[in-house]
């Protein structure tokens, strides 16, 4: 009979324990696996792409607009630490800011409007190649109420869901 009741506590520490022990995990991991979050959106600048191509032919470096609205543009160009370059703008329309980036004077308008090229000239030794890259990017053009173009390369789009 000893023996019985032994085993029948036994039985109902060990029950006891495991419910404890359920309960305990359960709300742990219950909290585990209904616990998410997500986030999406759009940047949304209404019925305007901006959408650019940077074209690169023979260190001349040409920025064409293919989106539906106007856009001003600016390009980096990163070459290697022991190579010189000099970077030339024939009509004067590029100008060097203080971030590294060459701005484009003006806005682009669509339908494919091209920048005057950039030359790049960069002094290399015979035997030795290497590769740069330029790095584009636009901005969408706003209009003041003079009907100026201008753009705010630190604007943030909206996000909305």
């Known amino acids: 009979m000893k023996k019985k009741r032994e085993y029948i506590l036994k039985m109902v520490v060990g029950v006891v324990i ?8 359960e709300t742990k991991s219950m909290a585990y696996w209904t ?10 600048i209404p019925n305007y792409i901006l959408k650019t191509e940077v074209i690169k032919e023979n260190n001349n470096i040409i920025i064409q607009n293919m989106g539906t ?9 990163c070459v290697p630490s022991k190579r010189t370059y000099r970077i030339k ?10 971030d590294g980036y060459l701005y484009y004077n003006e ?25 740069y890259v330029v790095v584009g990017e636009s ?3 706003m209009y003041n109420e003079e009907g100026r173009a201008y753009t705010n390369w630190n604007r943030k789009g909206n996000i909305i869901k």
Request: proline letters at 2%.
């Open 18 to 25: 495991c419910i404890f022990g359920m309960v305990m995990f």
């Open 35 to 44: 616990a998410n979050t997500s986030a999406e959106g759009t940047i949304v």
């Open 69 to 77: 609205a106007p856009c001003f543009v600016r390009v980096k160009i």
């Open 89 to 98: 703008s024939e009509t004067g329309k590029w100008t060097k800011g203080e």
């Open 107 to 131: 806005a682009l308008v669509n339908n494919a409007k091209r920048t005057e090229k950039l030359v790049i000239e960069i002094d290399d030794y015979i035997g030795e190649g290497f590769n």
């Open 139 to 141: 901005s969408l053009a």
